[in-house]
């Protein structure tokens, strides 16, 4: 079966870091473009950072020099090095497949559970 | 950024009814362009990618259209099941994917 499961997420204080972990089954991350995309509670989605399969890196502005996605192509597991850590970055956090449909329309297609990061005092 | 507009924000409807969300982009973004299904405590489910393309397993009472700029996602025959919240979003920028604002479909 083709899941996702992250984990790692916990109460952490402003300036603080997490990592956040996201295991794979059923499918190769490093043969994949891969996502993190995260929620606030009682908001929207909010891309966060994308890995290529090449290896290459893209991150929102908002995340932009302090949170860093890397992948361990032996566990076959995705993760999201998170520093410096503000109030408004707690959210839900989910890690996402992004399937290219046609070689040419990408889609998150497959979705971890999620885990929950509160950033507070 | 590409900024997505989703509207309404939220909607009442009844079994049965037709339900329409519109979702427009802050420039042209082809038909790179999908819709995704959320209910509460759960993850985000994929309905329709490209458009108007529906994914493997999800009913065919879902379908999308638009191009451009401005996009439609409809429920031909809501059904209990379909009563959640559901957001755009655009793949045209690859580095910088951004998702609309949500609507939630609630039960009249």
């Known amino acids: 079966e083709v899941q996702l499961e992250e984990s790692g997420g916990g109460l952490v204080q402003p300036g603080g870091s997490l990592r956040l972990s996201c295991a794979a089954s059923?499918?190769?991350?490093?043969?994949?473009?891969m996502s993190w995309v995260r929620q606030a509670p009682g908001k929207g989605l909010e891309y966060i950072s994308l890995?290529?399969?090449?290896?290459?890196?893209y991150y929102a502005d908002s995340v932009t020099g302090r949170f860093t996605i890397s992948r361990d192509n032996s566990k076959n597991t995705l993760y999201l090095q998170m520093n410096s850590l503000r109030a408004e970055d707690t959210a839900v956090y989910y890690c996402?497949?992004?399937?290219?449909?046609?070689?040419?329309?990408?889609?998150?297609?497959?979705w971890g559970q999620g885990t929950m990061v509160t950033v507070s005092s | 950024d590409i900024q997505m507009t989703q509207s309404p924000s939220s909607l009442s409807a009844s079994v049965g009814d037709r339900v329409t969300i519109t979702c427009r982009a802050s420039?042209?973004?082809?038909?790179?362009l999908n819709w995704y299904q959320q209910k509460p405590g759960k993850a985000p489910k994929l309905l329709i990618y490209?458009?108007?393309s529906l994914q493997s397993g999800v009913p065919s009472r879902f379908s999308g259209s638009g191009s451009g700029t401005d996009f439609t996602f409809t429920i031909s025959s809501l059904q209990p099941e379909d009563f959640a919240t559901y957001f755009c979003?655009?793949?045209?920028?690859?580095?910088?994917?951004?998702f609309g604002g949500g609507t939630k479909v609630e039960i009249k």
């Open positions: 996402a497949r992004d399937e290219w449909f046609g070689d040419l329309f990408g889609a998150f297609d497959i």
């Open positions: 059923g499918f190769t991350v490093s043969n994949n473009y």
């Open positions: 890995i290529y399969s090449g290896g290459t890196t």
């Open positions: 420039r042209s973004i082809s038909r790179y």
């Open positions: 490209a458009a108007s």
């Open positions: 979003q655009q793949s045209y920028s690859t580095a910088q994917l951004t």
